[in-house]
């Protein structure tokens, strides 16, 4: 790029801020930063080995395997002998006190992660873990455990027995990628995908505080896809998250995979094509599109549908190795933000290997919604040296984070329009294997990111599991 072209950017990325009037003057917001404050361990020999390219205690898309509530700060991880583990301490301490909860890892699959919700109508921590398109194993602490963490020991004696269903609401068979979500009202949801990849459902259930309902399905695989290369007539919706924002909409991003290897420039690819987004008004009933006109409903015949007009905000074919299940989040006006990733095409039009091609040329783009209601989207400028997933997180100010594999920490401020990203964290001294997990309840609690990350081991050595903390703009 020329010095001109360069200058010109940077003209083009200034703030000018007003001028006030002599006793109006008041300092702007902050931008992004991030202070390392401390690191403790989970447990210093976790489970390791390498499946689908990740870890099952570090897949990005738990949700969730680190949280926040009423002062207290939970994790959930296996052991080097496999053995399930929820730990818990104060907020800003140095100690995990954990328990085992009596249910031993099926298969070295990494998909096959530990999910944490709380039910705020009764206190409980609810468990779902060890799925991959076959049954799941559920576990709920006694009540009030959550509302009373100062007063009530943390023993396994806290927790039911592991069950097959959700005290006895058997969901399917081929069950994969659990979701709490707390919604505004104080009930619990369960977001899960029925089926496999290729050819699966998104569906939902809901705990009033007493019992368990299956909802139903919402997302449909059926319908015909067609691309320059080929057509598909079954497929799986990816969430990139399912989100209730201050406001009580539910958001969700995602993206198609299909079926049918016809649709791909080449069969070392992908089949995941175009980031879509849809909401919900009604707690996840109905679902409408951008434009907001409904587009499916929860358990009904009219599903979201690849053929419906109005999901797609950005559109990309096959053939650039998109990533799915990335990550997703709602700043302070409920408005949509997403990260997605992919080998943009000035680096060819057709991947040809999945994991190299996005390792060599994978870059991220921090995709949103503005207050006038038109999409944006923004390269940031660090390549991921990976094939795998990066995080979003907005503080209190709105200014975004991507937390990039191998806990590299990348910002852009809200006042530059998201077009400033540098990087704050070089991620240096972590030995971090790849993907983390965010404690994404915390940030609004006490103005600290929390990463949860295991370190690199080799075949099946154990490794180091910590949280390492960052303070934000106060």
């Not at 300092?27 to 447990?43: F, M, Q």
């Not at 007063?151 to 005290?167: C, E, I, M, V």
């Not at 190299?356 to 390549?383: D, Y």
Request: proline share 3%; hydrophobic share 35%.
């Amino acid at each position: 790029m020329k010095r001109r072209t360069l200058m010109g950017a940077a003209l083009a990325g200034a703030v000018i801020s007003p001028a006030f009037g002599v006793g109006s003057a008041r300092a702007a917001d902050p931008g992004p930063s991030v202070t390392r404050t401390g690191t403790t361990t989970l447990d210093s020999q976790a489970v390791f080995f390498v499946s689908y390219d990740g870890l099952v205690n570090n897949n990005s898309f738990q949700k969730n395997g680190l949280l926040t509530y009423k002062g207290y700060q939970y994790a959930v991880w296996y052991t080097a002998d496999k053995n399930a583990v929820v730990g818990r301490r104060v907020l800003g301490g140095n100690t995990w006190s954990t328990v085992q909860i009596g249910h031993t890892l099926k298969a070295s699959d990494s998909h096959n992660v530990i999910s944490m919700g709380v039910s705020k109508t009764d206190g409980r921590l609810h468990l779902n873990m060890d799925s991959h398109s076959d049954g799941f194993t559920y576990v709920k602490s006694v009540a009030g455990l959550m509302d009373n963490p100062a007063g009530l020991s943390w023993t396994a004696a806290r927790f039911g027995a592991p069950q097959s269903t959700l005290d006895g609401l058997a969901l399917t068979s081929q069950f994969t990628y659990p979701q709490f979500v707390s919604l505004p009202d104080g009930k619990l949801q369960l977001s899960y995908r029925v089926g496999i990849s290729g050819n699966g459902r998104n569906a939902i259930a809901e705990y009033d505080g007493t019992s368990w309902t299956d909802l139903g399905e919402w997302s449909s695989s059926t319908g015909t896809y067609t691309s320059e290369h080929g057509s598909s007539t079954v497929r799986n919706m990816y969430l990139h998250g399912i989100d209730y924002d201050r406001n009580g909409r539910l958001h969700s991003f995602f993206t198609w995979r299909e079926q049918n290897g016809a649709v791909m420039c080449n069969s070392g690819g992908i089949t995941n094509h175009d980031t879509g987004y849809v909401y919900s008004d009604d707690r996840g009933r109905t679902w409408r599109n951008n434009a907001g006109t409904l587009v499916g409903t929860t358990g009904g015949s009219d599903k979201v549908a690849v053929t419906d007009s109005g999901l797609v905000v950005d559109a990309l074919n096959p053939d650039h190795s998109l990533m799915n299940q990335e990550s997703q989040f709602t700043d302070s006006s409920g408005l949509p933000h997403a990260i997605i990733s992919y080998v943009p095409g000035r680096f060819g039009q057709c991947t040809t290997n999945y994991v190299t091609n996005r390792t060599a040329n994978g870059r991220a783009f921090h995709l949103r919604k503005n207050s006038a209601g038109t999409w944006q989207k923004t390269e940031i400028p660090v390549p991921l040296n990976s094939s795998q997933r990066t995080k979003l997180v907005l503080d209190k100010y709105d200014n975004a984070y991507a937390i990039f594999p191998f806990g590299r920490i990348a910002g852009a401020s809200k006042s530059s329009g998201y077009t400033d990203w540098a990087v704050l964290y070089d991620g240096s001294g972590l030995n971090a294997f790849g993907e983390v997990v965010i404690d994404e309840t915390r940030m609004a609690q006490d103005n600290v990111l929390s990463v949860l990350y295991q370190e690199k081991s080799s075949g099946t050595t154990p490794s180091a599991l910590h949280v390492v903390d960052f303070r934000l703009p106060a």
